[in-house]
């Protein structure tokens, strides 16, 4: 096969009308009927396959065969095909005078001379004649048969020649037969076709693309898949993509011949090419130049149009327009698309880098002032690289904004950096390199940190805007580099900036406060004051000075709820986003949070941005984990840290190795937890808000370690640092009670209690799963068994509220406890058995199970001694079973609807209980009620 060089093709196929044909003329021929024959097509429909299949076939007969071949670079030579026609006829004696004659350079310079036309028309008719006077000899002794291939390409004066001979073999033993390609008008002979059909011996006969069963043929001649269903699919696929071109049908089945050695044979849409893009590349140079430079110009464009394509080359439409049925007939763009993606990439290899760029370039410029998708004209302005025209830089800076709108941050990386080497603008070039730093360091910080030292000396120079400015210490301080960061903030600011100064030192003193300081405020030398802009970022301020005032009321979470509800995910809301679900975290609205983060974590899978990808997982694992579901926690604290690796998290990365740590530590998983508490993280973490959960987590881990001393540090640590960064938010993290577990612990009940109570009071009613814990181990200090249960029953309540599961069991079961130690045996099954389900929606078998397990602190309150039967217990066994429960929950204080919750009854139950009661104890009220019910069991 030879795809990428000639029309060949094997065997034969859809061609047997032409070989008919071919036939019946020369027999006419040898018995003295002469005749011409044009064989037109498009390029690659072979042509020169049919001719020279027609040559082989007379082989064997005693015919003469004079062939010639014209080419586009021969064109200039006067008398070149003749010349190859009649120079096997040299050898002969009798012949060889009149070729040397011929083509004799005197006879050339006349006809190429300035001399007047009869001179001209003299020579040419002189030789003319010379050459058919030999022909008739030779036809006189043999059947002549004269193929020219490519007759198109052919000199002027070999053209005037074949058309001398053409008139005159009607009656002559000699057949001519004219290979030529269809197309665009070729307008050098426009009178050539009018005059050669004219005569009643020449005919013509066109060959077009291969049907679907020739290429089926042609399949099956390769064997390249078995017959049956394969060979069919295989055969639609490759004629699909091809049109039926014999050439490219060639060269793609060589391609799929190299591919079947594989297990698996690719679709052909996908194949990688070779030989197909090469018979791509002959198709095109043996074009003619029209279609050439305009399939050239379709190639350029993704959506090629007769418009677009016209006015790029700076051609008229019409003459676009009429080049569309060549495209389409020779398979290479068929309604301006090409059947192949192999078949554009292969006709853009062949321009030069420069010339490459040049059409890129003016394709984007088009595009744009068509008002065409940014994306469009960005696409060819990167394919064309630098040096750009200027106005690039602002539509590379619009396609990456909508790149990143719609999650392709690769794509923005690539417009951003070639903005930024196509301006030659100092400060453009800062602006757009803190953008790209910001981009790549959501999917690629190494490639971010690299533009460091280039903004730092930037800002040195006073070409770094605030804003950016502003971005880049919050990166930098992400990374530890706490020094840089001080120099950005030791900058002065002027008055323009003052807003983006509010903005940053609010998120600086929530969460690295001692940094906070050391921005200057800004200069007001007018006494006009400014305005924090209004959106997403103000709002998140806002949370920002509300969690370092410890101030996180209503209005303020419900603004960082509207800010949840109203905000697509994008480059601008992501860092406000995760700022408001932090409120409602410290807030105990779990609930609320964790429906939001599932939705920003839904949106943000569809993005490419593996860092805040990393850091809305860990926030949805601290949501999990104060909501009790340690699996759950766990899963989303892995999938932050495969998401970044743990040396390029950074500060930040206390927060998921926290996580980590804290639900592997209440799952009783201590070497899970060992082997997080190991993992390295910047010495800088102990200057963020972030660190502090560390901290108080790694102290949990101590605890459980029986390390006390250690867990007391890391408390006490935890409560310094909060206390002078005023950052005491009750919900943060519950430091005053990881010390009081520790004096629980020590049986150090009048420490514990003051710690426990100070909790109590700084939640001050409005943090419920705070309040909750607090509660519990307030619980564990009380002096007496109906205290200690009111405070468990109002832990629950609180703990109930706030969602957290895990706590809540815990709480549930020291109930559970309480109540056994009470007497009160039935109600101590009771919450014991609802403290198993609730752990097990904690963690799955024996690892719920587990997290009820008693505490690792002594009971505060000795159990009660058997009391001696009263003298008034004939009254007391005249109440029923379900009496006796109830009556004895309301003497221990619990209201009607804490009752029913306990005892799974409805409150109008518990009303008609309580009736029957005081009218058998002959009592008025609960008051009335005899203690005696709080040490008599219920058990009947």
Not at 296 to 324: S, W
Not at 385 to 410: C, D, F, I, M
Request: hydrophobic share 45%.
């Amino acid at each position: 096969m030879c795809a990428a060089t000639g029309d060949c093709m094997s065997p034969m196929v859809d061609r047997d009308q032409q070989r008919d044909l071919l036939d019946s003329m020369f027999m006419d021929c040898a018995s003295g009927k002469g005749g011409v024959l044009v064989v037109s097509g498009p390029v690659g429909t072979g042509k020169s396959v049919v001719l020279q299949e027609f040559a082989n076939r007379i082989f064997q007969s005693d015919a003469v065969v004079l062939s010639a071949s014209a080419s586009r670079v021969e064109r200039a030579l006067p008398f070149e095909i003749l010349a190859q026609i009649f120079q096997p006829l040299a050898g002969a004696p009798q012949h060889r005078a009149e070729v040397v004659r011929m083509i004799s350079s005197d006879v050339c310079t006349t006809v190429l001379s300035d001399a007047a036309t009869e001179e001209v028309e003299r020579a040419y008719g002189e030789v003319f004649h010379d050459l058919w006077l030999m022909l008739v000899r030779e036809a006189a002794e043999h059947p002549v048969v004269i193929t020219v291939d490519d007759v198109h390409h052919a000199d002027d004066s070999s053209l005037r020649g074949l058309l001398f001979l053409a008139r005159r073999l009607k009656f002559v033993r000699c057949l001519m037969v004219l290979s030529e390609q269809t197309g665009p008008p070729h307008r050098q002979h426009p009178l050539m076709h009018a005059e050669l059909f004219s005569q009643s011996h020449c005919r013509r006969v066109r060959l077009g693309p291969l049907t679907l069963d020739g290429v089926g043929r042609l399949v099956a001649a390769r064997d390249i898949v078995p017959d049956g269903p394969a060979l069919v699919e295989l055969a639609a696929q490759c004629h699909a993509a091809t049109g039926g071109n014999p050439l490219l049908v060639s060269g793609l089945l060589d391609d799929l011949a190299v591919a079947s050695s594989s297990d698996t044979l690719p679709a052909v849409q996908s194949l990688v090419t070779g030989s197909f893009g090469e018979a791509v590349i002959s198709c095109l140079h043996r074009s003619h130049p029209e279609i050439q430079q305009i399939v050239t110009g379709a190639a350029i464009f993704e959506a090629p149009t007769p418009q677009r394509v016209a006015a790029l080359l700076d051609l008229d439409e019409n003459t676009v327009r009429r080049c569309e049925p060549a495209l389409t007939v020779t398979g290479l763009l068929p309604d301006w698309r090409p059947r192949h993606p192999a078949i554009r990439q292969a006709v853009l290899t062949q321009l030069s880098p420069r010339e490459n760029g040049r059409l890129h370039v003016r394709a984007a410029a088009l595009l744009r002032d068509e008002r065409a998708p940014i994306e469009q004209a960005a696409f060819h302005l990167l394919a064309a690289g630098v040096p750009l025209p200027t106005w690039a830089v602002s539509v590379l800076q619009s396609a990456a904004t909508e790149a990143l709108a719609n999650g392709r941050r690769l794509d923005a990386v690539r417009c951003l950096e070639l903005a930024r080497e196509t301006t030659s603008d100092d400060v453009e070039r800062a602006a757009l390199t803190a953008r790209l730093t910001l981009v790549e360091w959501r999917g690629n910080q190494p490639a971010a940190e690299r533009h460091f030292p280039e903004l730092m000396a930037a800002a040195g120079a006073g070409r770094l805007s605030w804003h950016d400015t502003a971005a880049l210490v919050r990166l930098l301080l992400w990374h530890g580099r706490l020094a840089e960061a001080g120099e950005l903030l030791d900058r002065p600011v002027a008055p323009a900036e003052a807003a983006g100064t509010a903005l940053l030192r609010g998120w600086l003193a929530s969460s690295y406060p001692r940094l906070a300081t050391r921005l200057p405020a800004a200069s007001d030398d007018d006494g006009n004051g400014f305005a924090l802009p209004h959106g997403p970022a103000n709002i998140a301020a806002e949370i920002c000075a509300a969690v370092q005032l410890g101030e996180l009321d209503e209005q303020c979470l419900h603004r960082a709820e509207q800010l949840l509800e109203s905000c697509e995910l994008d480059e601008d809301t992501r860092e406000p986003m995760l700022t408001a679900l932090c409120a409602l975290i410290y807030a105990d609205r779990l609930d609320v949070a964790s429906r939001h983060c599932d939705e920003v974590l839904r949106q943000q899978a569809a993005r490419r941005a593996p860092t805040w990808r990393a850091a809305f997982a860990a926030c949805r694992g601290e949501i999990a984990l104060r909501r009790g579901d340690l699996v759950l926690a766990k899963r989303h604290a892995h999938l932050a840290l495969a998401g970044v690796a743990t040396d390029r998290w950074g500060v930040a990365g206390g927060w998921p190795l926290s996580v980590l740590l804290l639900a592997a530590t209440e799952s009783g998983d201590l070497d899970e937890a060992a082997a997080a508490v190991v993992q390295p993280l910047p010495e800088a973490v102990l200057n963020s808000r972030l660190g502090m959960h560390y901290l108080y987590a790694r102290g949990r881990y101590f605890l459980a370690r029986g390390r006390d001393q250690l867990a007391l540090d890391d408390f006490r640590l935890c409560g310094e640092l909060l206390a002078e960064w005023k950052l005491d938010l009750p919900g943060l993290v519950q430091w005053r009670l990881g010390i009081a577990e520790v004096h629980l612990r020590a049986g150090e009940l009048d420490q514990a209690r003051q710690l426990t109570q100070a909790q109590l009071d700084h939640a001050s009613g409005r943090y419920p799963r705070t309040a909750g814990l607090a509660l519990r181990l307030h619980a564990a200090t009380a002096s007496d068994l109906p205290e200690q249960i009111r405070l468990l029953d109002e832990a629950e309540e609180a703990l109930t509220a706030a969602g957290d599961l895990l706590h809540r069991a815990q709480v549930v079961m020291d109930l559970s406890r309480a109540y056994a130690r009470s007497g009160a045996g039935d109600v101590a099954r009771v919450q014991e058995s609802r403290a198993r389900e609730l752990a097990r929606r904690c963690a799955p078998g024996d690892a719920g199970l587990a997290l009820l397990a008693a505490p690792p602190w002594p009971e505060s309150v000795p159990a009660p001694e058997p009391a001696p039967v009263p003298h008034d217990s004939v009254v007391l066994d005249d109440l029923s079973e379900s009496e006796r429960r109830v009556a004895a929950l309301a003497v221990q204080g619990h209201t009607n609807r804490q009752i029913a919750r306990r005892l799974y009854i409805t409150v109008s139950t518990v009303e008609q209980h309580l009736t029957s009661t005081y009218r058998k104890l002959k009592v008025h009220r609960r008051a009335d009620l005899p203690d005696i019910l709080t040490l008599v069991g219920t058990d009947g």
